[in-house]
């Protein structure tokens, strides 16, 4: 027997054109914006940003997100079974997969059986093989390892969690607003940035930004302060036990090709 990648190629494409179909669809509902900030009066004399959804999302985008990322870990351990045949001239008898994993520790170590996930997920494929396969997985990337694209494609094939995955408008990456006081001329400009303002779903009616009571100035009691919403980018994304954005999807199918095309060059002819 010969490895063949074709198939593993087919599953990528379908990837790829569902991808291209989610994209197009997301971008005519983004355009125009399906959501709008508002400014109301909270408490006394407060005031706060309120995030507003004028059009809800489709939710059977999430059956696209689903059927995108099972065709992609569906090729990554189609490759699996073809690197097998490639080293024995056999197909697995075992249960073969790509192993994605964010503890090296889980991956290596070996049980009470004499063997470790590496070693019963990739039994059959060659030591240069496996040594590849060690390189792309996401225990390799400094800092951020559930931020990884094999890492976010193993969230959403699994089960358990997909599920729960429904779709939604994520969070700002910078929140910004203007704080003015007109009859003295002022104004301040406010950009928040951190962890904390990223990666949580949006939803109808959520407050975003406020202020409370502002005393005005001594010399000027009767200077207000008002708030202006500077402009502000929200995108559609999916939420399970992450969010997952547009991009994080390009990049898990652009990751699952990249991996492809690594082992192209290196399977016998």
């Known amino acids: 027997m010969r490895a063949d990648l074709s198939a593993c190629r087919l599953k990528l494409a379908r990837a790829k054109r569902d991808l291209k179909a989610l994209d197009d669809k997301v971008g005519a509902y983004m355009d125009p914006p399906p959501f709008r900030f508002a400014i109301e009066p909270e408490g006394k004399g407060g005031k706060t940003i309120v995030f507003h959804i004028d059009r809800e999302p489709d939710p059977e985008w999430a059956i696209d997100l689903g059927e995108i990322a099972y ?8 490759l699996i079974v073809q690197l097998v045949i490639d080293n024995t001239d056999q197909r697995p008898r ?5 192993p994605i994993f964010t503890d090296r520790h889980e991956y290596i170590t070996k ?6 996930n590496r070693d ?19 225990y390799n990337r400094i800092g951020g390892v559930e931020d990884d694209p094999l890492s976010i494609l193993s969230s959403i094939t699994n089960r358990d969690k997909h599920r729960d995955i429904h779709v939604c408008l994520g969070s700002v990456e910078i929140p910004r607003f203007q704080l003015l006081q007109p009859l003295i001329d002022y104004q301040i400009t406010v950009e928040l940035t951190g962890e904390k303002f990223r990666g949580y779903p949006m939803v ?9 009571n502002v005393v005005p100035p001594r010399e000027s009691p009767d200077a207000t302060v008002e708030l202006k919403i500077l402009p502000m980018d929200v995108s559609l994304a999916f939420y399970g036990d992450r ?27």
């Open 120 to 138: 019963r997920m990739l039994a059959g494929v060659s030591g240069g093989h496996r040594h590849l396969i060690d390189t792309f997985q996401p």
């Open 94 to 98: 075992g249960r073969t997969q790509f």
């Open 204 to 212: 109808d009616g959520q407050k975003f930004i406020g202020i409370g």
């Open 71 to 78: 065709q992609s870990r569906s090729a990554l351990d189609l």
């Open 111 to 116: 049980g009470k059986r004499g063997s470790s």
């Open 243 to 269: 969010l997952i954005t547009m991009d994080d999807i390009d990049a898990f199918v652009l990751r699952t090709e990249r991996i492809l095309d690594a082992f192209t060059k290196r399977i016998k002819p």
